[in-house]
């Protein structure tokens, strides 16, 4: 019950729990609903144990239908409730996008300021094997999606605080969990640990060259960073921990540092978030920079549902790696 | 069935008697350039939104449909609110967002708005009342949309949730024979009414252009929602009068069938039985309709003094 007080090592799926759990102790206006979310646990574990605590009134299996799933959970917000609703892959997103796009993002503005839309959508993304369809990072669609927050962890301590904050916050937040990073295990603080929305994280701090990644690419970067080390490249690795609100003071701060950029993300290039940032620094940061900026990404094809297959497209540290050398 | 007292009668025809002036008014107002906003006019459908609302209470929720300003209007908005929207002035519920589609909202009233994109009302009127259930309280959603909207896909995903749930909603749909140009059938299998057995929830068609059957219906619906009984589908049969929208130029239907339609005024019939059955005399009823159009003209005065909104209204309320 209630929050640990020290310091403990959780999964990135556990950490996500851990904050449902947290939250629905602390406020009973909280309710998680998706497919498979109950009996089930969720299909990465991340609302295991919940169905027992809380019962079936504030956990709930719905149907397959995620036009419902998303639209009713616009319905609960703007009548005195906080929902988190998962999508199962995020994959869905096409199924649900009229309800995300203009009624969780807009409902608040389009009617003047009088309702707050408090919800959260929890979209798994990323790689795993399932294909074009399921294997999609589709952040970057909900940059034009002004009134909502595009939330990206990229590990278990960010996942539980960002989570935390995301419920307490007013405003609809998308909340993207990469599904290959359920598994990874890290160090959580104990304690009422949040992590404010729009705050970005240096998650190595370095004077050579600034990459800025979010979600899977940090641990990537980070690995990335170990290696350049040794070559004498001092890098900076920035994690913006979602696309809206951008801290962008972070960003250019660390730019103005060290003049070289590096932007890393799964998802293809053309139409990536990496676009819209490189853009920013260009028109911000200009005078910073000693060499083109390079993005680090997909290439422009659906993912195939092929493991084989898949290893030759995501980028990877090694992808990160090279990119660094290829600075002037 | 259970009769209708004469006061309730009464209180009905005033609020149809409100909605026709108020489109008048409306129409007046777009031929004189001072509206700001498309229109959809509600003419000739007004026993649908009066008989729908009218057994609602003050904390019971609507969504409403786009066809008039009926269902507002019948919740208890605010005129002056819904003229400052078509003036696109900060008199406006939306506080000078105006109304190119009416976005008036009043959480006050349980008016929870509307989305362009039809169909979005079905799966906000379904969490709306998974949220009344969930907070334990005894409120009811009633839904009202169109033959057009029921086609689109929210329709099964959001009906189907809220029969599963037994939640509280009463799904009214307005079947006017006609999607925007596209009649009923050639567009729509089967009677809408029969999905409600799909769903294991009670379906009922009714005369809408009568409304006293809209509120004879929406009361049984409503008290077996409130009583957790779960959802109901009416299915009210009407015709709009005017084209979908101030403009349509209506190439899909004959002039011979718009005027065959003013026989069957809701307003105009209902008034014939309140004087036929001496509940009113045309007196009475000629006051009520002086009184209402005070009423209206006051709230375009108060609406048309509001100033427009400057560029930072972009920028307000969209983030908390």
Known sequence: MSQATATRTLTFSQAIREALREEMERDERVFVWGEDVAVY?????ATAGLLEQFGPGRVIDTPISETMIVGAAVGAAITGLRPVAELQSSGY?????????????????????VFTVPLVIRLPEGAKGAGPEHDVSPEALFL????AYVVIPSDPADALGLMKSAIRDDNPVLFFEHAGLYAYRGEVPGGDHLVPLGEAAVKREGSDVTVIAWSRMVGESLRAAEQLEGEGIDVEVVDPRGLRPLDLDTILESVAKTGRVVIAHEAPKTGGAGGEVAAIIAEEALEYLESPIIRVASADVPIPQSRYLQQFLIPTAAS???????LD | MTAISPATLLELYESMVTM???????LRLLQEGRVLAGYHSGRGQEAIPAGGVAPLRRDDYLMYAHRGFGYTIAKGMSLAAMFGDLMANTAGATGGLGAGIPHFADPELGILGQGGTLGSCFGIATGAAFSAKYRGTDQVVVCFFGDGTANRGAFHESVNAAAAWKLPVVWICENNGYAVSVPVAESTAGRIVDRAAGYGM??????GMDVTEVYRATSEAVDRARAGEGPTLIEAMCHRFRGHYEGDPQVYRTEEETERLLALDPITNLEARLVADGIATDERLGELEVRVQDTIDRAVEEASSAPM?????????LYV
């Open chain 1, 320 to 326: 990160v790696t090279e990119a660094v050398r290829r």
């Open chain 2, 20 to 26: 026709k002036l108020w489109d008048q008014t409306a």
């Open chain 2, 309 to 317: 909104p400057g560029p930072e209204r972009l920028y307000e309320g």
């Open chain 1, 93 to 113: 997103f096409g199924i649900a996008m009229d309800e995300l796009y203009h009624k969780a993002a807009r409902w608040r503005y389009m009617h003047g300021g």
């Open chain 2, 202 to 207: 009670p379906g009922v068609r009714i005369d």
């Open chain 1, 41 to 45: 646990g969720g299909i990465y574990g």
């Open chain 1, 144 to 147: 034009s999606a002004s009134g």
